[in-house]
């Protein structure tokens, strides 16, 4: 594998519900987000994150896969997943003050420490997927910036002050093969480990880095099945696109004897354990 991660930046994901239009509404009413597609027939809605990250609802239909051109690899959406938002340092209050408006119920947990305290939102939507709003330090010259920085975005005064996509939470039961695979076959930077619970931690970027501290990085995390912080799980059978030197790491997936296809948009790979990952050319930023 190469010395430095092929991986560069988080570029999106896909959410499997069971209401199209109710996800339409949520995801553009509480986060803000602009819905850039809304297809019932297809059964997939698509929100603009922000000028380099997206989002995606898929309701399953029948013969149906999420995106007909990851067909052949049983592209699906993720199921009860947890994955965070990147919000302003300063601005937790004003979330949860928005929360409250939609009569939406959360809970805080602090992440930090009491040196450098580091307060987390935590709330599910309506299809059980677990949110996260997580401060970020919105600072160019931050040498822990993402390839793509996070940057203010215009949100209705209505919405959360999201600015970004921050993680995404998955689980493999076998915990043991993932944390191996990971890094060989498509070279995740691996960051560190939890000592009281298989839980590995990937810096989505050039090498491993220290989480917290606010940092703007962006991040995938992989458990086994287990109930994690404020009650919830990874998401399974997940479909998570990310931005990378997709020649590497069609170059690492062959290796590997995993399962691809590659068109003009983009390298999309399925893992082992359902998942499918979608990887992305950053042409410019």
């Not at 399953?60 to 690899?73: H, I, W």
């Not at 938002?85 to 601005?91: A, E, K, N, Y």
């Not at 560190?192 to 619970?197: D, S």
């Not at 491993?208 to 086994?224: I, N, Q, S, V």
Request: with cysteine.
């Amino acid at each position: 594998m190469a010395s430095s991660s092929p991986i560069l930046d988080l570029e999106g994901l896909t959410l499997e519900v069971n209401h199209l239009p109710r996800a339409a509404r949520f995801y553009h009413q509480v986060l803000g987000l602009e819905i850039v597609r809304l297809d019932e027939t297809a059964g997939v809605a698509e929100f603009r994150v922000n000028t380099y990250q997206t989002l995606r609802c898929w309701m399953p239909l029948t013969r149906r896969s999420s995106d007909a051109r990851l067909g052949r690899l049983g592209a699906r959406g993720a199921s009860h997943l947890h994955y965070a938002w990147q919000i302003p340092l300063g601005q937790l209050e004003a979330a949860k003050a928005t929360l409250d408006a939609h009569g939406i119920s959360w809970r805080e947990i602090d992440l930090g420490n009491p040196e450098q305290p580091d307060p987390t939102v935590y709330f599910f939507d309506p299809f059980g997927h677990g949110l996260e709003l997580r401060m970020v330090r919105l600072d160019p010259h931050d040498p822990r910036a993402p390839h793509f920085p996070p940057r203010l975005e215009a949100r209705p005064p209505f919405a959360l002050p999201v600015v970004g996509l921050r993680e995404v939470a998955l689980a493999f039961t076998n915990y043991a093969a993932m944390k191996e695979r990971l890094p060989r076959a498509f070279g995740f930077a691996c960051a560190k480990e939890q000592p009281e619970r298989n839980f590995a931690q990937f810096t989505l970027g050039p090498g491993p880095e220290e989480d917290g501290k606010f940092t703007p990085r962006r991040w995938l995390y992989a458990w086994d099945p287990q109930v994690g912080l404020a009650d919830m799980l990874g998401g399974e059978h997940a479909c998570v696109r990310f931005y990378a030197d997709v020649d590497e790491v069609q170059r690492l997936t062959l290796a590997a004897g995993l399962e691809s296809l590659r068109d003009d948009h983009s390298l999309a790979v399925r893992d082992p354990e359902g998942h499918v990952f979608e990887f992305i050319a950053a042409l410019a930023r």
